[in-house]
């Protein structure tokens, strides 16, 4: 072969090769290797609760954040040597659950006494009541917390009001006094020795806020209402533990609390309401690093020992973001249950009563000012629609003295049941609906009888009415109120169904993407911290949770089937359930 004919043969294979290669198009950029992340979440459904955002597949964390989100091919790129990988199998990813509004020493106290909430009768209580006695030391003090006489099966005889009589509790514990608080914590029942030992007699007055039940004849029933439930000394006749050993008990209520919250998949938690010294503590054991979820503390200490030290205590994302000290707690009336909550017209069922303002208007006027002037929100617990106005009222008028203070973000802890006038004022003035989902399905088969139709369809658990007026409405459960649980609050979220079956105004329910942001994003921008978790997103914290159902889709009576399978702040497992 010539060498002209050898040229013009390898040109031909050039072009050969080139139309093929077009054919093809261009080659595919090799991706790069990146520096390694630490963790990487891969093969899953990754919901990031970041209006906008696509589903993705997989997260790689750095550090306490998140470095990536994308495919599961693009998220390979991030594994080295040492990344903990964990492969979900398609499971969900979502952002870590915000708890709203709970009372963190409050759960882990219940892991402490006796609990009552899933009791169906008043008997099965006093039978839970005469076992502790036999096991309890002479004039030891028996706790319990959990009751509510609307949710047992028959009302107890005999009974005033729906309430028993202390005698039942009289008779397993003579010796040995009892409280019992109610499952909203806004009433107490207790024994005759235990009002005995607090001096609780007939002749006893109502504390201002507070009412002591009594039977016909004059005579305490055992049933302390509101602020009557600070009568009983608890302890009294007991030996007063050593500091040692008070301080034991201290941290192992903090303790058993971190544990039961990351436990249902909880990475932020707003506790409402705690004292200058329960911060102190909690101080301590994020310095031991014995704390994993993140905090939002309400102080709730009253305006004359808060006022000198709320610029001292006032605390941003403390030990690595785990502590935040930024608002104060107060409650202006009571619950529904106990027919506490302040209310504009009488009680359906106690047309004698229109609840109990708890603490005075004034009072709480005056915390506001403290607030504005020590840059703290303001978090004022209103359930009646009275409580509510009232509240409002409190906050505009706090507005439009500091009319340079902008985007305050002030709350309204529960805002359950609401005026229609008084619905449109949270948009207005830019206040937070802090609501907790699974009140709704468990106060609605009383709320009717408390409230009557009319006010319950315009006013109860209106939070579609609330987010129309261009309100933040939060979600949590007000544990130990209720469960803990998210996913149980979610449910009752999107469903609004009872047990019976029946669904209570269902045009309020929320979308599943809504109740979504309502427990993450949502609950973040309440308290400041939306920049840096809430959502899934590069450069937040890495604070998730992976679930065994895809609670965005599976059918909506599988929602409360769902598990939490891992719990992850800061990129740290703090929880892993069995088999995950």
Not at 90 to 108: C, K, N, V, W, Y
Not at 235 to 252: F, H, I, L, Q, V
Not at 358 to 383: F, M, R, S
Request: charged share 25%; proline share 6%; with cysteine.
């Amino acid at each position: 072969m010539t060498r002209k004919s050898i040229a013009i043969t390898v040109v031909a294979l050039l072009a050969v090769t080139a139309a093929v290669v077009a054919a093809r198009g261009p080659a595919a950029p090799q991706q790069a290797p990146m520096q390694p992340a630490d963790l990487v979440l891969t093969n899953g459904k990754v919901v990031t609760a970041e209006d906008g955002a696509p589903e993705a597949q997989a997260v790689a964390v750095r550090g306490d954040r998140i470095e990536a989100i994308g495919t599961t091919n693009d998220i390979k790129r991030y594994v080295g040597p040492a990344t903990q990988v964990i492969d979900l199998n398609g499971r969900l990813l979502i952002p870590g659950f915000t708890e709203s509004h709970g009372h963190f020493t409050g759960i882990g106290q219940a892991e402490m006494q006796l609990k009552l909430m899933n009791t169906a009768s008043w008997d099965e209580i006093v039978a839970k009541v005469a076992e502790a006695a036999k096991k309890a030391k002479p004039g030891q003090w028996i706790t319990g917390r959990g009751w509510h006489q609307e949710k047992w099966t028959s009302r107890p005889q005999p009974n005033v009001e729906g309430f028993p009589t202390h005698a039942s509790l009289d008779k397993v514990s003579p010796n040995n006094p009892v409280i019992l608080t109610h499952a909203s914590g806004h009433a107490s029942f207790a024994n005759a020795k235990a009002m005995e030992l607090s001096g609780v007699t007939r002749a006893t007055p109502n504390p201002p806020g507070g009412e002591i039940l009594k039977d016909a004849s004059g005579d305490p029933v055992g049933l302390l209402r509101e602020r009557a439930s600070g009568l009983i000394r608890r302890g009294a006749g007991e030996p007063r533990p050593t500091p040692e050993e008070a301080a034991a008990r201290d941290r192992k209520v903090l303790e058993l609390a971190d544990k039961e919250v990351t436990s249902k998949g909880i990475t932020s938690f707003h506790d409402a309401g705690s004292s200058f010294a329960t911060i102190d503590l909690i101080k301590a054991l994020i310095d031991e690093g014995r704390m994993n979820v993140r905090l939002w503390v309400m102080v709730r200490e009253g305006n004359e020992r808060e006022a000198p030290l709320l610029a001292k205590y006032r605390t941003i994302d403390y030990g690595a973001a785990h502590l935040t000290v930024r608002a104060i707690k107060r409650a202006i009336d009571g619950a529904l249950g106990p027919n506490g909550a302040w209310l504009l017209e009488p009680y359906a069922d106690k047309p004698d009563s229109t609840g109990l303002n708890t603490t005075p208007v004034a009072e709480i006027a005056e915390t506001a000012k403290l607030a504005i002037a020590n840059d703290y929100q303001l978090c004022v617990h209103a359930i009646g629609d009275r409580g509510n106005r009232e509240t409002l009222n409190i906050y505009e008028q706090a507005f439009k003295a500091n009319p340079t203070k902008k985007d305050l973000r002030w709350r309204v802890e529960h805002a359950q049941h609401l005026s229609p006038a008084d619905i449109p004022r949270f948009g207005q003035l830019g206040v937070i609906a802090s609501m907790e989902g699974v009140h709704c399905t468990s106060d609605a088969p009383y709320v009717l009888a408390r409230l009557g139709p009319r006010r319950a369809e315009e006013g109860a658990y209106v939070w579609q009415k609330l987010m129309k007026t261009g309100a933040v409405v939060t979600n949590g459960t007000d544990a130990p109120v209720e469960d803990v649980d998210p996913i149980a609050s979610y449910h009752a979220t999107v469903s609004r169904r009872l047990k019976d079956g029946t669904v209570f105004f269902p045009d309020q329910r929320m979308s599943r993407i809504e109740a979504l942001k309502s427990y993450t994003i949502k609950g973040a921008h309440a308290g400041f911290e939306e920049g840096s978790r809430g959502s899934l997103k590069a450069g937040k914290y890495a604070d998730m949770v992976v679930l065994s159902k895809d609670i965005l889709t599976v059918p909506e009576d599988q929602i409360p089937t769902a598990r939490v399978a891992y719990t992850i702040v800061g990129g740290k497992i703090v929880y892993k359930a069995a088999g995950s």
